[in-house]
């Protein structure tokens, strides 16, 4: 049974049209991670949730945003999606911070034409 | 803040050969360790994690050692399975979240 659920799996956008990428689980986390992975390299925290509490990391560009409307759902926004942008977006959930396991979703691939 | 480096990057062994991956890390007060296995297009997924209160975790075939005082944490897995050819990532938790290695690709060959 799928846990963390990430909707589309694929997605194609025009370079600066706004894109909403959506994560939801059943784990009832209070913790929701979204991370950016381009081709060989490891995934990049983007920012996360605790709760209602949001905390973007320092390098995180303003073109990305962030919402959780209730614990099961968190948006990934894209406000004017560059070439530079198409990556692989996974969102992860975990318990609580400070050294607990983090589950990801399959994760949703960026196409910007 | 933490880094973590992880060697080697790529890693080609026989099939029921071991496979060793090793990661540093540099913020003493990080205390859990988890190894990722991320296959082609697939989410990454957590295949054993250890904490910094043991030395040794093993999950049949894999198996996770720590080293605290040289902070060196490294994956272990043998009889390897052509299954088993995938990107693996170590991470090592930070403040409230956590650092990943820049992953090794393992191949396995039959």
């Known amino acids: 049974d799928a846990m963390v659920i990430q909707n589309p799996r694929y997605q194609v956008t025009q370079f600066g049209k706004p894109v909403t990428l959506s994560c939801s689980q059943t784990l009832n986390h209070n913790v929701m991670y979204w991370y950016q992975q381009k081709s060989s390299q490891a995934p990049k925290l983007l920012f996360h949730y605790y709760d209602k509490d949001f905390n973007n990391e320092a390098d995180t560009p303003d073109n990305f945003q962030s919402r959780r409307p209730n614990t099961s759902f968190c948006f990934l926004d894209i406000r004017s999606p560059g070439l530079g942008d198409a990556a692989m977006y996974l969102c992860?959930?975990?318990?609580?911070?400070?050294?607990?396991?983090?589950?990801f979703g399959p994760g949703t691939r960026l196409l910007v034409l | 803040g933490e880094n973590v480096e992880q060697h080697p990057s790529t890693l080609s062994v026989q099939e029921g050969d071991s496979a060793v991956i090793k990661c540093t890390y540099s913020d003493s007060a990080s205390n859990y360790f988890p190894w990722y296995k991320q296959e082609l297009g697939k989410r990454p997924q957590l295949i054993i994690d250890i904490r910094s209160n043991v030395g040794e975790k093993k999950d049949q075939r894999i198996a996770v050692t720590l080293n605290k005082t040289a902070k060196h944490f490294s994956l272990h897995i043998t009889e390897t399975q052509p299954e088993d050819s995938a990107v693996y990532f170590c991470a090592a938790n930070y403040g409230q979240n956590f650092v990943f290695g820049p992953g090794t690709r393992l191949s396995v060959l039959p």
């Open positions: 992860a959930t975990s318990r609580d911070l400070a050294g607990e396991t983090q589950y």
